[in-house]
């Protein structure tokens, strides 16, 4: 039995999620974001098996050097992102110095693309290469279960106007991959509520 349990981190209000098998005592996080405290002491007892990155913003990743070092685990991000870990600019946590911190992770174990199927917990997550929002930006299928980052929310889109960002880019990710899955499949954001792909297709004015 897979538990999902989501974690809002850092000031922006980043979700983070947990997916868990409590049995094995064994989980993957996807998108540790800054200020991780809650995720810390939740997985205290927990073999962490992997780090997804639906993509490398600042707010995505402030996480992943504290967590990683804690439980020694791999991180996975697509490659036209992976130098974003080790780059304060392309990460964004130098433009927004109020932030009080540059984020500068070590590189990422392995890479993710669009077709492939990560296998973890007993379960498979299926890649889809989701660029608009930013152009490394990836999301995980599994069951009825999307994690997208910030690639589709509750009634919105995810912003395009931060470097590497295309509206029509983003709104062709939506449309030709995401809204061609089933109506009941639930779509976990990289912030805000959750929704379905059923509602997003019938009431999202963006897309």
Same mark, same amino acid.
């Given at each position: 039995?897979?538990?999902?349990?989501?974690?809002?981190?850092?000031?922006?209000?980043?979700?983070?999620?947990?997916?868990?098998?409590?049995?094995?005592?064994?989980?993957?996080?996807?998108?540790?974001?800054?200020?991780?405290?809650?995720?810390?002491?939740?997985?205290?007892?927990?073999?962490?098996?992997?780090?997804?990155?639906?993509?490398?913003?600042?707010?995505?990743?402030?996480?992943?050097?504290?967590?990683?070092?804690?439980?020694?685990?791999?991180?996975?991000?697509?490659?036209?992102?992976?130098?974003?870990?080790?780059?304060?600019?392309?990460?964004?946590?130098?433009?927004?110095?109020?932030?009080?911190?540059?984020?500068?992770?070590?590189?990422?174990?392995?890479?993710?693309?669009?077709?492939?199927?990560?296998?973890?917990?007993?379960?498979?997550?299926?890649?889809?290469?989701?660029?608009?929002?930013?152009?490394?930006?990836?999301?995980?299928?599994?069951?009825?279960?999307?994690?997208?980052? /910030?690639? %589709? *929310?509750? #009634?919105?889109?995810?912003?395009?106007?931060? &470097? @590497?960002?295309?509206?029509? $880019?983003?709104?062709?990710?939506?449309? /030709?991959? %995401? *809204?061609? #899955?089933?109506?009941?499949?639930?779509?976990? &954001? @990289?912030?805000?509520?959750? $929704?379905?792909?059923?509602?997003?297709?019938?009431?999202?004015?963006?897309?």
């Amino acid at each position: 039995m897979i538990n999902i349990e989501s974690f809002v981190l850092g000031p922006v209000g980043t979700n983070a999620y947990l997916l868990s098998d409590s049995e094995a005592k064994k989980g993957i996080i996807i998108d540790p974001g800054m200020n991780p405290k809650s995720l810390i002491k939740r997985i205290a007892d927990l073999d962490i098996v992997a780090i997804l990155l639906t993509h490398a913003h600042f707010d995505h990743i402030g996480g992943v050097d504290e967590i990683r070092k804690l439980k020694k685990c791999p991180v996975y991000i697509h490659d036209l992102e992976a130098d974003w870990l080790m780059n304060p600019k392309k990460n964004g946590s130098a433009r927004w110095p109020e932030l009080g911190v540059l984020i500068e992770t070590d590189p990422a174990e392995f890479a993710l693309d669009e077709g492939q199927t990560l296998e973890f917990l007993g379960i498979k997550l299926k890649v889809f290469h989701t660029p608009g929002h930013s152009p490394g930006s990836v999301s995980f299928l599994y069951d009825k279960h999307l994690f997208g980052g /910030d690639v %589709l *929310f509750k #009634l919105s889109v995810g912003r395009t106007d931060l &470097p @590497g960002g295309d509206n029509n $880019t983003l709104l062709d990710s939506i449309q /030709d991959k %995401l *809204f061609l #899955l089933g109506d009941d499949v639930v779509v976990y &954001p @990289g912030h805000g509520a959750r $929704t379905t792909i059923g509602f997003e297709r019938e009431n999202n004015p963006y897309v």
